[in-house]
């Protein structure tokens, strides 16, 4: 959040509606004191991360909407990474690579030491405190498959294949508290020839907007035109996962060209829209009847994507309620779709000083949590796009000032 | 995949790696804001072969966005955008040179070959010294620092004159040829707003500056090393070549003839420009041997030390015939000089230094591509 305008963001974004936003989209699931303190805490978060050597800059190109809301640093998260390991290089911290926690000991909710794999060889490492990062269990396809069904074999993992949800499996066997519903998770729609893990934020599709979306029976199945990027954004992985076969085919004409973020794999493409379909192994007479009963719903009006313009369907099921235009110029373009997942919301419970809380109800002193696996505790549902960023970051920050106290005592 | 894949040489074509490498950073686009390169991307949906020539020669090779890359291996996308560049850099330098059969140098032109060539030079003024009936060891120096007893003003200034209209010529053609490559007319070459814009890029290095932070070269860290190294260069060279142009004015406008005094013009600014054009290459070329070979194209090693090396040997061999031209050694210093000097020009349109001209005719069309509208390029 911001009062006034920063350097890296315009206008403002005061308390009150950033965490309206977070309360629309998580529909109410989420603990109110640890979301305000997130939010609040936002404020200070960009300076924070510039006196660590962390470089911002303005909104990207083809960000519409973003300015105000969102701060985008220089070079993407891993040169964010760069720079805390630079910085906590600096300050003389030891690092371990390839080395990964196996198990915590942890006695009447005090920690006691880690059981920790590096390169193979097992050390037991003991400390007065610990601050668990360890991330949600998105990778970990079995899992995803407990909580989805055989549905999860066909999702796509944005991010590393490493996040296996261990330490969060470790941390619920030896007694703290759990949060969340275990399918509920920051999904998006992605290409779906993306690779089954970390094909990261290139692997987008946004043109579901300009045109219209049909699922692997050629149906629509949601408003395309509802609401801006962010929300889109945030609502079409899970949509599409709630798909047959979860995939899911947009269908855009040339009038949609060069108006939304390219994708890294080119479009099918077609001069008709028997031939798109029949490229993308859809049921051809389907489809061209839903877009020619699509076309004929389509009401007059002035096309602006830049407002929730009135350009919409009338008669149909779902209507499409902004920016809809007949598709009939050719030639046709086709995305599939797959929801990728990006993390996960189950987690640890924790208190607004990132203590983990034991299932007695007591937080545990010296155990601490922060990022995706104590983002259920904000995050019940639905998504605000950076909000895993500023959980991890203000979380991060709490459960290391509180680590170091503790360790002071 | 190439818009315009005719021309497409295969699989080991940079060009070819190289669009797949910017369709995946055009969807990214977390680099913006690190170097002009990435801008000028975001202004295509597409790129065919004259925009990656372009960008290509947009890209100083610091490594930066490699750094930052989610996608750089052990990633399997592997995405190099530094070392993919260099590579169609290198490419396009062959390419615009001129005339054509010339370019066959620039796979050639090592150090090795650059210092053969400097003792072929030398050998072919000794061989003209003594054809002209004069002789390099003086036994007085007499009188005092006197280059035209060795070889007359009229012979120096004609051949130097020459190769410099050459290479003029060879510099010149190369700028056309790239400049049409990017489909730009040379009238949109002469607008004011774009050559002011691109000028400053060029005088402040601008985009070695990395908006204060400086630039990951040679590794990692940030530093301003290079930049000011390379500012000792370009300005060192610049007052060089200044010192030439006093002292051609003096000579034919005012008929005042060589030797100068030290507090002369073209003595002072030959030598400021000299002492510039020590530590300048000296400092470049130790960032050069330690720079990281994960960015770059370890076959223009060989280009840019040549380079740098004759950059420091036309200084080092100018200082020592300022510092000596009163004693016994003036001739055999001179001609060392003038032969280095020779290669040095000579080899210009075929070495590292035609990157100058590139990246400044690429800095112009950044600047005039800035006040265009951007039609389709993903920005609704």
Redo the contacts between chains.
């Keep these: 959040m911001h009062d006034a305008p920063t350097e890296v963001l315009t206008d403002t974004y005061p308390e009150e509606e950033y965490y309206g936003d977070l309360w629309r989209v998580t529909g109410g699931q989420t603990d109110a004191g640890l979301a305000r303190l997130t939010v609040r805490s936002s404020a200070t978060c960009t300076q924070w991360m510039k006196d660590y050597g962390v470089?911002f800059?303005?909104a990207?190109?083809?960000t519409?909407h973003l300015g105000r809301t969102n701060a985008?640093f220089?070079?993407?998260?891993?040169?964010l990474i760069?720079e805390y390991y630079?910085a906590a290089q600096r300050l003389g911290i030891e690092v371990h690579y390839d080395a990964e926690v196996v198990d915590l000991a942890i006695d009447d909710g005090v920690f006691q030491h880690a059981l920790v794999s590096i390169g193979g060889e097992k050390r037991e490492i003991s400390a007065t405190a610990l601050v668990v990062a360890s991330g949600g269990f998105e990778s970990n396809l079995e899992w995803l498959k407990e909580a989805w069904g055989d549905a999860a074999d066909n999702f796509l993992i944005r991010g590393t294949p490493y996040n296996l949800g261990k330490v969060l499996k470790v941390l619920i066997e030896r007694g703290a508290d759990k949060i969340g519903d275990p399918t509920q998770c920051h999904a998006v729609a992605i290409d779906a020839r993306a690779?089954k893990f970390?094909g990261?934020?290139?692997?987008?599709v946004d043109c579901v907007s300009?045109g219209m979306v049909v699922n692997r029976d050629g149906e629509r199945f949601y408003d395309e035109g509802e609401d801006f990027w962010p929300k889109r954004y945030a609502i079409w992985g899970r949509l599409v996962a709630q798909q047959p076969d979860q995939i899911a085919y947009t269908i855009i004409d040339s009038k949609a060209?060069?108006?939304?973020?390219?994708?890294?794999f080119?479009p099918f493409r077609s001069d008709s829209i028997e031939g798109l379909a029949s490229q993308l192994n859809l049921p051809v007479e389907r489809v061209v009847a839903t877009v020619r009963a699509f076309n004929q719903a389509v009401r007059p009006g002035a096309f602006d994507?830049?407002v929730l313009d009135d350009c919409r369907t009338q008669g149909l099921s779902p209507e499409k309620t902004h920016w809809a235009r007949a598709i009939d110029a050719p030639p046709y373009y086709g995305y599939p779709l797959r929801p990728g997942i990006t993390f996960t919301y189950l987690g640890v419970k924790v208190n607004e000083k990132a203590n983990v809380i034991m299932s007695s109800g007591s937080p545990a002193k010296n155990l601490f949590a922060a990022g995706e696996i104590m983002a259920g505790n904000i995050l019940g549902q639905g998504y605000l796009a950076g909000f895993g960023m500023t959980i991890g970051t203000v979380f991060g920050r709490i459960a290391g000032r509180e680590a170091a106290v503790h360790a002071r005592r | 995949m190439l818009a315009d894949d005719k021309l497409a040489e295969g699989a080991h074509d940079p060009l070819v790696d190289g669009e797949r490498i910017m369709r995946i950073c055009n969807a990214c686009r977390y680099c913006e804001g690190y170097c002009a390169v990435f801008p000028a991307m975001e202004r295509r949906l597409q790129f065919t072969r004259s925009d990656l020539n372009y960008l290509a020669n947009l890209c100083h090779n610091c490594g930066e966005c490699h750094y930052a890359c989610q996608y750089s291996p052990p990633h399997e996308f592997d995405v190099n955008v530094p070392k993919r560049f260099a590579e169609i850099r290198a490419q396009t330098y062959r390419r615009y040179a001129w005339p054509a059969p010339l370019a066959a140098m620039f796979t050639r032109n090592g150090l090795a070959v650059s210092l053969v060539l400097v003792v072929i030079l030398v050998l072919a003024m000794v061989a003209a010294t003594l054809v002209l009936g004069k002789s390099l060891v003086a036994a007085t120096a007499d009188p005092a620092g006197d280059f035209y007893r060795f070889m007359p003003h009229e012979v120096m200034a004609g051949v130097f004159g020459a190769v410099f209209v050459f290479v003029a010529l060879a510099l010149g053609m190369g700028f056309v040829r790239f400049w049409r490559d990017m489909g730009e007319s040379l009238a949109q070459f002469t607008r004011p707003d774009a050559l002011r814009s691109a000028l400053s890029d060029v005088l402040r290095l601008e985009y070695l500056d990395g908006k204060g932070a400086g630039c990951t070269y040679p590794g990692e860290e940030r530093s301003q090393a290079r930049r000011w190294f390379h500012h000792l260069t370009f300005y060192g060279f610049a007052l060089c070549f200044a010192a030439t142009v006093a002292g051609t004015i003096y000579h034919y406008a005012f008929g005042w003839k060589a030797p100068y005094g030290y507090l002369s013009l073209p003595v002072v600014l030959g030598t400021l420009g000299g002492i510039g054009l020590l530590i300048g290459p000296a400092g470049l070329l130790r960032l050069r041997l330690r720079s990281d070979p994960a960015t770059g194209d370890a076959g223009q090693v060989g280009m840019d030390v040549a380079f740098i090396a004759l950059l420091f040997a036309a200084s080092l061999t100018g200082l020592a015939l300022l510092a000596l031209r009163d004693t016994s050694v003036c001739g055999l210093l001179l001609v060392i000089h003038l032969g280095v000097v020779m290669a040095l020009f000579l080899t210009l349109p075929y070495g590292k230094f035609v990157h100058g001209i590139y990246r400044s005719a690429a800095l112009v069309r950044y600047a005039l591509e800035k006040t265009r509208p951007i039609a389709n390029a993903g920005l609704d």
């Design positions: 470089r800059q303005p990207l190109g083809g519409l985008f220089l070079g993407g998260g891993k040169a760069n630079a690779p970390d990261g934020i290139v692997t987008r300009l060209v060069g108006r939304f973020m390219p994708s890294v080119p994507h830049a």
